[in-house]
């Protein structure tokens, strides 16, 4: 299941298809947004932002496409003329002179005015986004400490967009592993020292998951790449204990851990 650094980068291959381009044809598979196709052409995307799966396409007359991946939604890019083999259903198709961007399977598409935006019932409820660069350790800090999260055990927690959007069931196992936290514990039981880590590893790992792409190269002595510690290793020795890393259910998810040194 795609996570916060998969969503991302698929954004990022969409921006570099269609960014900045005006578009020469729109298509919606809905009636509903059936009348923005003539309002599109000639317009541009000029960003597009991700909430955890959700992807905001921004165009240049501020109008925002709202897409929401669900369980099967899926984004590509095609050039102009080419036919994409698939038995997927095609919902959305943004085309400029050369690129074509196609979104398939999705069915929550909305287009948004700027007002809408501030009330959309989604946007609204999910938690700032981890691979966003203006979020910092202290505003996690604080959301982790606030009533709302305070008391809310971390294997729930972790998977809860309404607390941090973009992170899944890799991330939550990795991030408490490399905190040395078990997915029972709470905010409210933390000392200073591990709140700051946890802060942190919230941020810096799927950071570093997304500008690595989870590719390992042991030749490279510069920075940091990430790679599992503890996700798929079931019966593996632990990096840092060596203790037998040992594979349960939490928060209905396959939860990953070090009961040796996850305390």
């Known amino acids: 299941m795609p996570e916060g650094p998969e969503i991302r980068r698929a954004a990022d291959s ?24 003539a309002q599109l052409i000639g317009q541009s995307v000029t960003h597009i932002e991700t909430r955890g799966k959700a992807l905001l396409t921004h165009f240049t007359h501020n109008l925002t496409l709202y897409s929401h991946n669900q369980l099967y939604g899926v984004w590509r890019v095609i050039n102009v003329g080419e036919q994409l083999q698939t038995n997927r259903v095609l919902r959305v198709r943004l085309q400029t002179a050369e690129k074509a961007i196609l979104l398939y399977s999705a069915s929550d598409i909305e287009m948004l005015t700027p007002e809408q935006l501030l009330t959309h019932p989604f946007l609204q409820r999910v938690g700032p986004d981890v691979l966003d660069l ?47 936290l078990a997915g029972q514990c709470k905010a409210s039981q933390l000392n ?15 950071r570093l998951s997304y500008n690595t792409r989870g590719v390992v190269d042991e030749n490279k002595h510069h920075g940091a790449l990430f790679r599992f510690k503890v996700f798929h290793r079931e019966g593996k020795p632990c990096e840092r204990c060596g203790g037998a890393i040992e594979r349960t259910m939490l928060s209905s998810r396959p939860f990953y851990w070090c009961p040796q040194c996850q305390k």
């Open 14 to 37: 969409l921006e570099a298809a269609i960014k900045g381009k005006p578009l020469t044809d729109a298509w919606f598979a809905f009636p509903q947004l059936k009348p923005y196709e």
């Open 192 to 206: 200073e020292v591990q709140l700051d880590a946890l802060s942190h590893a919230l941020l810096e790992i799927p």
């Open 134 to 180: 203006r979020l910092t350790a202290d505003e996690v800090k604080a959301r982790l400490l606030s009533p709302a999260f305070r008391n809310r055990q971390f294997s729930g927690l972790l998977l809860d967009q309404a607390f941090l959007a973009g992170l899944g069931n890799y991330l939550r196992v990795e991030i408490l592993w490399e905190v040395g």
